[in-house]
């Protein structure tokens, strides 16, 4: 038998299947478009406190030590007048240099080396964080960033970050011209983050140096009496009185749910407030829920007894006054 006639058909046929899957690929994408976020770091720009190595091959004494003085210019250098290094990078100076030194020397050869970056004032996180610490801003930082560094948060974070600004902008980028105005007391430069958005990834802003950030710490509410599991809890962003009580489990079966009494310290006075809420009306939302207050005492009551009043009878009841017993 003709092996030719008797494979032919099916190559041919193999052909047209392998042309048809080729055809129904689709064509290969071209790469996205380069952003902000993948394009190549910013070079370091120089400042003052910056400490360079400047050699220049033509001279008797090539190399020299000379430091970025507090205007921003290196002045140490012999024969030339100061020339501008702040918000340069070293080639940018490099160039400005061997153009200096060409009214002296015939194709000066100039290099610059950074040896110490000391304009940048390190940031500082402190607050509810696993880590008090300072973290270099030699380069763009952002704030989840300064978070790892720290260790992340701790169980008393709060639900707000507060970032001051305490110096303005050293070499502003296009948009950044009023953060770089000095800050002159006026206004305080302060920015609040809330670490519900920061964990979505909906805010992550730029940390400038000689920050200081403070992660807030949660204050506590107190909640007693007829509940599941008593205790404390960490008040964090707007806290109900049916949230808080969902923390800790909810009231028990005989809980008097129809008088939830509520101890608020008075602002500056020893006295306190008490608020009677009925919370079976507000499951019912029959009327609105209550926004809770630091250091708030939340007692819920069994059958009509309070247990802050029981604490109350049994520790200052043997302070309460003699009834006088007249001496016959």
Do not use: W
């Amino acid at each position: 038998m003709n092996i030719k006639r008797l494979f032919g058909p099916l190559i041919v046929v193999a052909c047209c299947v392998c042309g048809a899957v080729q055809a129904q690929q689709p064509a290969a994408s071209k790469p996205a478009p380069a952003t902000a976020e993948t394009q190549a770091p910013r070079p370091y720009l120089l400042g003052p406190g910056d400490l360079l190595e400047v050699t220049i091959d033509q001279m008797t004494s090539p190399t020299r030590r000379v430091q970025v003085d507090g205007d921003g210019y290196v002045s140490s250098l012999p024969f030339i007048e100061p020339v501008r290094a702040k918000c340069r990078t070293e080639r940018q100076l490099q160039q400005d240099l061997t153009a200096a030194y060409k009214q002296f020397i015939k194709e000066p050869f100039v290099s610059v080396l950074v040896l110490e970056r000391n304009s940048r004032t390190p940031v500082s996180i402190s607050g509810a964080v696993r880590q008090n610490t300072k973290v270099p801003a030699l380069r763009k930082l952002k704030l989840n960033e300064l978070i790892a560094a720290s260790g992340g948060f701790t169980e008393k974070a709060a639900g707000t970050i507060q970032i001051l600004h305490t110096e303005p902008v050293m070499c502003p980028e296009p948009g950044q011209e009023a953060e770089a105005l000095p800050i002159n007391g006026t206004t305080i430069p302060l920015q609040i983050v809330r670490i519900s958005d920061l964990l979505k990834g909906t805010v992550n802003p730029v940390i400038r140096p000689g920050d200081l950030v403070l992660v807030t710490e949660a204050e506590p509410v107190y909640i007693t009496g007829s509940v599941v599991s008593p205790g404390s809890i960490m008040m964090r962003d707007s806290l109900t009185l049916s949230r808080a009580l969902a923390t800790v489990g909810g009231p028990r079966k005989e809980a008097k749910v129809s008088e939830v009494r509520i101890y608020r310290q008075i602002p500056g006075s020893i006295n306190q407030e008490i608020l009677k809420v009925d919370f079976g009306a507000i499951k019912k939302n029959e009327i609105p829920d209550v926004l809770l207050k630091p250091y708030d005492v939340i007692d819920v009551s069994e059958n009509g007894i309070s247990l802050i009043g029981v604490l109350t009878g049994i520790f200052l009841g043997p302070m309460r006054p003699a009834i006088p017993v007249p001496i016959p």
